[in-house]
């Protein structure tokens, strides 16, 4: 213990620009990858090296596995009482509070936001929902059923799922963590937590947090590195649940992994939102919410609004009003306080952003603005120009493919009726936004579109009181509420007969 938290102090500190390399967390020891690999972390701003990380291997995974199954049988952690956890929890957010200013800026380093997203949205939303699970440790209820045999009692019991694999993706490191992390330490899981190997610090630092607040060892447990250490939790028979962010192509391949121990899953994946803008629509607030919608972290959110259904009477004024609001939006390093669109995460998603717009141009669409690497003193970085594009079909790839990345595709409808049908037509199912001024319309289209979460006349926003989850591809199960409960309880019926034995 005495190493791992000379280790973990010194994961904190700077030197000369470069942090201190970090180390896996297994059992309440901090110590290297078995066999010692490591990997590079990056600056998206500038393509320098942060540090270097664990990688952790095939036996970190075992040790990692065999940790947090001893320390669901441990009484430490298996008697403690709700209240208890609640404690632990709250301490959490109040060191993360503590610690915000350092974790912002390790987060507008590793993964480019800017640094008013990190503290405003990332750090204080990381904190919210800790406090958010911590409310519900003294919560979760049973309940007692009427069964129709006399002299019955049956009731539930909602117990942990188990050993838990989170496994989180590089757009939102931290908040997406504490989406995880909250609830399944709340319902009285353990956890092996995996952070994305583009931006895994701010995990680092928040697991360093956690032992401080208190969790009994083995409780919380960390592996860094890339996507076989992912893999490895999906397939091990000793993993009860696997709790993934991340692609749709990978998330399936997760069905198949966790097929040998049939274990649990929650999948929050891809999406392609439609945003319909009607003809009453107020389109300066439409352009306002828009912009936030679809260029958020340069549009690296899988809610990000993605394809832009307008009326055409109106298509002219947004498209021409979008363009202007998306140019003049600050490109730079998320330590620029005046940056308001920070860089994409790396080189090779760049070129993937870079190559869907080429290839709506080669479809016919009109580029209106952007459409190209930003040049002159941000070259080094991978920063993407905020790009609207016009005159856009259904049918092009722009239109159908998630893109992640700041591009608003404008499609003109003339038929209004067509629109659910239109919207509906993706794999995809995580999120919608209408603009109207006529409500009955809007509720009317929020019923019919088929996603999770709808927003009428507002960008995206996540709350943890709410919840958070796909229909089709973008997923299984839903995070975040009362519905995280569901995602990491096993509910479990008691019958006792009262008549005497
Ligand atoms: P990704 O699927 O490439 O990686 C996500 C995580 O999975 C990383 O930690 C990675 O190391 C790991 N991983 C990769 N291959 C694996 C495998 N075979 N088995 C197990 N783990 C593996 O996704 P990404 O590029 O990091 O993130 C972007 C994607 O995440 C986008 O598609 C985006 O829409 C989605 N996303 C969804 C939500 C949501 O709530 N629905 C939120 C954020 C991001």
């Not at 198949?256 to 607030?285: C, F, H, M, Q």
């Not at 363009?323 to 920070?342: C, H, Q, V, Y």
């Not at 996540?462 to 973008?474: F, I, L, V």
Request: proline share 5%.
């Amino acid at each position: 213990m005495v190493r791992g938290r000379a280790r973990a102090d010194r994961s904190g500190e700077r030197r000369k620009g470069r942090l201190a390399m970090t180390d896996l967390l297994v059992g309440g020891l901090w110590a290297p990858a078995t066999g010692g690999g490591r990997f590079k972390t990056v600056n998206p701003a500038n393509g320098s090296v942060i540090t270097e990380c664990a990688e952790a291997s095939t036996a970190d995974v075992d040790r990692a596995v065999a940790a947090a199954r001893a320390a669901l049988r441990d009484p430490a952690w298996a008697g403690m009482s709700p209240a208890a956890r609640a404690r632990l929890l709250w301490r959490v957010a109040d060191l993360v509070e503590e610690h915000a200013s350092e974790l912002a800026l390790l987060e507008t380093r590793d993964n480019g936001q800017p640094i008013s997203v990190a503290r405003e949205v990332t750090v204080a939303g990381t904190a919210e929902h800790f406090r958010y699970f911590a409310g519900w440790c003294t919560k979760i209820e049973g309940s007692v059923l009427p069964v129709s045999y006399p002299d019955t009692l049956h009731y539930t019991r909602r117990e942990p799922v188990g050993v838990c694999a989170l496994i989180t993706p590089w757009n939102f490191p931290l908040m997406i963590a504490a989406w995880k992390l909250a609830p399944a330490l709340a319902c009285g899981n353990t956890v092996i937590i995996k952070p994305a190997e583009q931006t895994p610090l701010s995990t680092v630092r928040l697991v360093q947090l956690m032992e401080r607040a208190g969790f009994p060892p083995g409780v919380v447990n960390l592996l860094t590195g890339g996507p076989a250490v992912g893999a490895g939790l999906a397939v091990h028979d000793d993993v009860d649940k696997v709790s993934f962010t991340g692609s749709t192509r990978v998330g399936r391949s997760l069905v198949y992994a966790s097929a040998g121990n049939l274990k649990r899953l929650t999948l929050e994946l891809g999406g392609k939102a439609p945003s319909v803008i009607a003809a009453d629509a107020d389109i300066d607030a439409a352009v306002a919410g828009n912009v936030q919608g679809a260029l958020f972290n340069s549009g690296q959110v899988c809610a990000a609004y993605s394809r832009f259904y307008v009326d055409r009477k109106r298509a002219d004024e947004f498209t021409a009003k979008m363009a202007d609001a998306a140019s003049g939006l600050k490109l730079g390093s998320g330590l620029d306080p005046e940056s308001r669109l920070g860089p994409l995460i790396s080189e090779e998603h760049l070129n993937s952003v870079d190559t869907h717009v080429r290839g709506a141009r080669a479809q016919g669409a009109e580029l209106v603005t952007g459409g190209r690497r930003a040049e002159g003193e941000l070259a080094e970085g991978y920063f993407y120009e905020p790009t609207v594009l016009a005159g856009v079909g259904d049918e092009m790839t722009i239109a159908r493919e998630e893109v992640f990345g700041p591009v608003i595709p404008v499609i003109a409808y003339d038929d209004p009726d067509e629109l659910v049908a239109r919207a509906n037509a993706t794999e995809y199912g995580l999120a919608a936004s209408i603009w109207t001024g006529d409500l009955a319309t809007a509720h009317r289209l929020a019923a019919e579109i088929r996603a999770g979460a709808i927003f009428i006349n507002m960008p995206h926003v996540p709350d943890a009181a709410t919840t958070w989850g796909g229909y089709k591809t973008s997923g299984w199960g839903r995070e975040m509420g009362p519905y995280a409960i569901d995602a990491y309880t096993e509910i479990k019926g008691v019958w006792t007969h009262l008549g005497g034995v």
